[in-house]
């Protein structure tokens, strides 16, 4: 049987030698902190993830495919330098029926010769065969663990998935008599003379474009992290109808694949800004498909990111009140502020594990995304990958 560590994939992007590439990744031309375009890489996670699944399918299927079905969770640790390589390590993690999950580990090298953690992330792909509706899912043998840290591997991959179900059940649940108040009061708020808050309901951008065939990846499909990367980029300008300054990428809690995107197709974005913490910005994307002959639409993929508002310095720069005013923005809101009091009581959990050991909890390394501690961290997937392993 093949161990997680026989799928092993390492991927550098070479950006510390080539100057053509450094520029292409470059935000803006100033030399700030965090000058990097993460779009850019989510592209490069995706084919990183597809092709370190796609040598473990063909191992057992020579004609296989696989196609994106969800990202769970891309926890940016410390923001990416463009003058240093991006070195992506990935791996499979647990193999379902026809599903694996691939972990990715995102590296720089550091100020001081050692390795810097830019950030982790887990994808969910799954084996397929055939085109269109004659496509049908592969059956995969699953890994053998023989040692201490891949059975751990493998729990959290379960934990994840697991979790990913939870967070739809607790959607359904009525608000508590506390959550009711809290948005009473947001609501209220709204009714007073004069209110100059900013409504969720006006805090939205768009974009339509087609898909042309040199974006084709899997046969008469659109290559999903460029779809990723377009609505990355447009979050990120949607979080700026918030933040006073600048605003980074802290996670992409979510991104989830329902439909395949078809060459010809015509694409709407909506983002959509759904909570604020202090200092924090969550922003919900959605992906609608139109077929070239305007007879299909269907909702191809939801996105959820959460950006952090920071100063030159990289320093956390506070953020306004948003104020949900329909029943669908109290419900966002309402899943966002249950995930920040989940991360808290974890996060709580966490400090007192770790002062009983003498350590502490939180990142203080220079140049390292701010921490959310009184923040709304990761959201939980608004609905889960559209297949059942």
């Excluded at 990142?363 to 059942?388: D, T």
Aim: net charge negative; hydrophobic share 40%.
């Amino acid at each position: 049987m093949i161990r997680p560590l026989d799928t092993a994939y390492v991927y550098t992007l070479p950006l510390a030698s080539d100057a053509a590439l450094r520029r292409r990744y470059q935000v803006v031309k100033d030399d700030i902190p965090g000058n990097f375009r993460f779009g850019l890489l989510l592209e490069v996670l995706d084919i990183v993830a597809g092709e370190t699944a796609l040598a473990y399918v063909r191992r057992f299927h020579p004609e296989g495919e696989v196609v994106t079905a969800a990202i769970d969770n891309i926890i940016i640790r410390h923001s990416a330098e463009v003058t240093r390589d991006v070195v992506c390590k990935a791996r499979v993690n647990h193999v379902g029926r026809s599903s694996l999950e691939i972990g990715i580990r995102i590296e720089q090298a550091g100020e001081d010769g050692g390795v810097r953690h830019v950030g982790s992330c887990f994808f969910l792909m799954v084996a397929r065969s055939g085109v269109g509706e004659g496509a049908v899912s592969l059956s995969l043998p699953p890994l053998e663990f023989l040692d201490e840290v891949e059975m751990k591997r493998a729990a959290r991959a379960r934990e994840r998935r697991n979790a990913c179900r939870g967070h739809e059940e607790a959607a359904l649940r009525p608000p508590s008599q506390e959550e009711y108040e809290i948005l009473y009061r947001l609501h209220h708020a709204q009714d007073e003379p004069g209110f100059s808050g900013l409504r969720v309901g006006r805090l939205v951008t768009e974009s339509w474009e087609r898909m042309y065939p040199d974006l084709e990846m899997v046969p008469t499909s659109v290559f999903g992290g460029y779809l990723m990367r377009r609505a990355y980029e447009l979050a990120a300008l949607c979080a700026e109808l918030v933040a006073p300054g600048r605003a980074v990428i802290k996670a992409v809690n979510r991104i989830n694949f329902l439909q395949r995107v078809h060459i010809d197709d015509k694409l709407h974005y909506t983002c959509r800004v759904i909570h604020t913490g202090t200092a924090s910005i969550s922003i919900e994307a959605d992906i609608e498909r139109i077929s070239r002959d305007r007879r299909s639409n269907a909702l191809s993929n939801t996105c959820l990111f959460t950006f952090v508002s920071v100063d030159a310095r990289m320093q956390p720069k506070p953020v306004p009140t948003v104020y949900p005013t329909t029943y669908a923005e109290d419900a966002l809101y309402l899943a966002a502020y249950r995930q920040r009091e989940a991360y808290l009581l974890a996060r709580e959990a966490r400090g007192r594990a770790l002062g009983a050991q003498g350590e502490t909890c939180g990142e203080s390394e220079e140049g390292g995304i701010p921490a959310m501690h009184n923040e709304l961290q990761p959201l939980g997937a608004a609905s889960g990958a559209n297949f059942q392993d």
